[in-house]
Structures are given as C-alpha cells and as structure tokens.
C-alpha cells in the first residue's frame, strides 16, 4: 500500500507541478509515492491532470504496449517487478485488466477535483484507482468498480454520478490533452516544473535536483 504524503494549505501555493498521467500506467503508480513526498518536503502543489493517452500515441507512431516486440514486452514486465521490489511498492507486473480504456477513470479524477474540491480525497481516489488495477486485478473500465471505490471514498454525489457525462469533466480532460501536446508530452507519467519536462517515474530524483536548484 502506498503512503500518501499531503501538502496543503488553506492559499495556492506559488510552485506546481503539473503531473500527465493515466492510473492504466504502471509507472505512474510507482511514481505516486516520491511525486507526494516532493510535494510535501517543498511545499509545491501536484495538479494531477489526467490525458487522453492513446491519440498521442497513434499521432506520434507510439505502439500499444500489446503491440511491441516480444523483447520489449518482457523486459517491461521485468522492470515493473523490479521496481516495486526496489520502492517496496506491491505491484502485479502482469494485471488481469490491462489494457483498458483509461478514460473513464480519468473522467472520475477529473470529477473529484471539480466537484469535491478536496485534494486528499483526489489524491485518494487516484491511489485506489491504481491499485484496483495494479494490486488487485479489477478493470477500470467498469462503470461498477469505479462507483464501488467512488463510494468507499464516500466522495460527493455529484462526483459519482457525472463523472462519465458532464460537460466540465468532459473539456478539462480535451484540455488537459491539448496541453500535454503543447508541453510535448509523449507518454506517461511525465512531470512539468517551470516549463521543464521530466519524463518517467525514473527521472522524479532529477525533478527533485530542479526543484532544489530553482525553488
């Protein structure tokens, strides 16, 4: 289980880092922990923005990971063993559900920060989202696992229940998009800081050597 490392204060924090993501990535799983930490220990704030992960892989000519060669699909499933052993992170190198469409557990994000308005519950929310697929084999896809964690989380009605059709949640996830692409952001997790991209869980430490150098 991932420890949740909060920094919140009752201002906006004048440092951010806006965090392209989708909880069908093993690696933004992995990154969870350190990216919480950094916010705590500096005072910075994650903006968790969820993307449309796969048109920017078609417009860039980034293959799916069932579509790789036989090598590289080997060796991915062996580098997410090792790394959860390295962090001590528990982690299914070979999940039940994946892939699956990421959007629908984007969309609830999305919800939770617009409608809950409360970062804890979002940072929450995206923990459990994870680990429904990473840790415990569901598919985040369905409609009844995401309502089933929306509920554990006790969020607010309007987060259960819009998450898939509101109009709000709907252009914040084409924008967060839009952005990722402007940002030249190519996969994920990747990690923006004052115009600076980090690209994969494995680069958080020289995320942390530009915050120290910049802050």
């Known amino acids: 289980m991932i420890t949740i490392y909060i920094s919140i204060k009752g201002k906006q924090m004048k440092q951010f880092i ?10 933004c799983y992995l990154g ?7 916010s705590k220990t500096y005072d910075i704030e994650i903006n968790i923005k969820p993307i449309d992960l796969f048109p920017i892989f078609k417009e860039y ?6 579509e790789r060669p036989l090598p590289v699909q080997k060796n991915r499933i062996n580098e997410i063993k090792r790394w959860g052993n390295y962090l001590d992170v528990k982690i299914n190198e070979k999940p039940k559900f994946h892939p699956v469409d990421p959007n629908i557990s984007s ?28 840790v415990e084999d569901l598919d985040v896809s369905d ?16 987060t259960k229940n819009l998450y898939n059709k509101d109009e709000k949640v709907i252009e914040v996830l ?29 680069r958080i430490f020289m995320l942390e050597q530009a915050i120290k150098t910049k802050a």
């Open 18 to 27: 806006d965090f392209y993501m989708v909880v069908i990535s093993p690696w």
């Open 32 to 38: 969870l922990n350190r990216l919480f930490s950094i």
């Open 61 to 66: 000519g980034t293959k799916g990971v069932n």
């Open 107 to 134: 969309k609830v994000i999305i919800a939770s920060l617009l409608f809950d308005n409360d970062l804890e519950k979002t940072f929450a929310l995206t923990i459990n989202l994870c680990e429904a697929i990473w």
């Open 143 to 158: 409609e009844n696992v995401i309502n089933k964690i929306c509920e554990q989380l006790n969020l607010k009605e309007s």
């Open 174 to 202: 084409k924008n967060n998009t839009s952005d990722a692409k402007k940002n030249n952001v190519f996969g994920v997790p990747t990690f923006l800081y004052k115009n600076e991209l980090f690209f994969g869980q494995d």
